[in-house]
């Protein structure tokens, strides 16, 4: 499978679904980078502290809060 930085301009390489994507601008793509690093920073330390349901439950919440900001920035 190819990756693609999702900071760059060839983002739908890996997109069976979405065809069209529009630029983003330099400012948005860093508003991206920093939601994503904001939500992996968070998600490391819930891994670091433990496992638990409620810790489970707090990792998919901050996907799903990531995934939200980031669809705000690139819609």
Request: proline share 0%.
């Amino acid at each position: 499978m190819q990756t693609v930085d999702s900071a760059s301009d060839d983002r739908t390489a890996n997109n069976a679904v979405r065809h069209t994507y529009r630029v983003l601008t330099d400012d948005e793509k860093a508003q991206m980078v920093a939601l994503k690093d904001i939500g992996a920073a968070f998600i490391a330390k819930c891994h670091e502290i433990g496992k638990s349901r409620e810790l489970a439950l707090a990792v998919t919440n901050a996907e799903q809060a990531v995934m939200w900001g980031v669809k705000h920035v690139t819609a």
